[in-house]
């Protein structure tokens, strides 16, 4: 069985330049409910919300203190109770909740995939970064830890290439 979490402050959903990654978290949210495998919405804070509204149809909305979403959450131990195994991340943040969180759930025995078009992070203008280098660097990162990076359309198309038996 597996779990969407949904990573970040989203406070970039507002942007124009992120109306592409809020509609594939949208659909990977649609899909996961349609069927019926569970949603996690991770907020940083419990007043967090008006960046939100419109996603937190999830299942489960939980409240994380720091970057890596497993950390004093709860996360992972209604992820064991549930019997997940393997999770799909998306959101905000790329480069520090998804990138933290994917590595973390890898330590703990998760299959992880990391949605690479429905990820993305306020830091690139922030800083003045190259989004696409920095992107392909943390991929590159994770794909050599075992860590499995797919597209929306691979999730919607019932994504599999690693048998679950096998994690």
């Known amino acids: 069985m597996r779990a969407l ?3 970040g402050s989203c406070k970039g959903f507002q942007k124009e ?3 592409g990654l809020k509609n594939n978290i949208l ?3 649609k899909k996961f409910t349609q069927a019926e495998e ?3 919405i991770l907020k940083e804070t419990e007043d967090q919300n008006n960046y939100l509204k419109d996603i ?3 299942n489960y909305v939980l409240y994380r203190k720091d970057i890596d979403a497993f950390f004093l959450s709860g996360l992972e131990k209604k992820l064991r109770i549930m019997g997940i195994r393997e999770i ?3 959101g905000e943040e790329l480069d520090r909740s998804i990138l933290f969180t994917a590595i973390s759930g890898y330590d703990r025995g998760f299959r992880v995939l990391v949605v690479k078009d429905a990820v993305s992070s306020e830091n690139y203008e922030k800083y003045g ?3 696409e280098c920095v992107n392909n660097t943390i991929f590159k990162m994770l794909t050599d830890g075992d860590i499995n990076t797919v597209n929306t359309e ?3 198309n019932g994504y599999n290439e690693v048998s679950i038996e096998n994690c």
């Open 129 to 131: 970064m190259d989004q």
């Open 88 to 90: 799909v991340l998306c």
């Open 27 to 29: 659909v990977l949210i």
């Open 17 to 19: 330049s992120f109306s």
């Open 56 to 58: 937190e149809f999830g």
């Open 154 to 156: 691979e999730i919607l």
């Open 38 to 40: 569970p949603v996690f």
């Open 5 to 7: 979490l949904v990573l």
